[in-house]
């Protein structure tokens, strides 16, 4: 398992580091495409254990993780969130789905808050919404 986490590793020209987990791996590789060519440097983990395994690794590199909402084993995507801002508060997490038949409180507070980008999207649709997470971040003023 650990050289599956290494090898989803891809170094681009030194622009921001994003974490994605998805457990579809055709979207994964889509997104991990799409990330590429607009010089993301993508880690992809198709489990919520992988993911989070870069993320403690990683920590200080990354910025910004991309988690499918619904993921297999006994934690989500809202779990690695979870995990992760008790890792690192100012590390953001924010979700993909394709799985969202009705809206519960928590989903209708991603969508207000724009952190939740629903599948299928186009390509321009995905680098925007990276775009704009990580210039708030960096407008924020919280150091990482």
């Known amino acids: 398992m650990e050289s599956t986490v290494e090898s989803g590793c891809r170094e681009n020209s030194g622009g921001p580091l994003i974490v994605v987990a998805d457990d579809e791996l055709s979207i994964l590789q889509y997104i991990e495409q799409v990330l590429q060519v607009a010089n993301y440097r993508v880690v992809t983990a198709t489990t919520v254990e992988e993911a989070w395994k870069i993320v403690q690794r990683q920590q200080a590199e990354i910025d910004l993780v991309l988690t499918d909402i619904v993921m297999p084993g006994s934690i989500d995507g809202q779990g690695l969130a979870k995990r992760i801002h008790q890792l690192d508060p100012a590390l953001p997490v924010v979700f993909i789905t394709g799985a969202l038949s009705e809206i519960d409180d928590r989903t209708a507070m991603m969508v ?6 629903r599948k ?4 321009q649709q995905l680098i925007a919404f990276v775009g704009a997470q990580l210039h708030r971040e960096s407008s924020s003023g919280i150091a990482r």
């Open 120 to 123: 299928p999207f186009f390509p």
């Open 112 to 117: 207000e808050k724009q952190l939740l980008l």
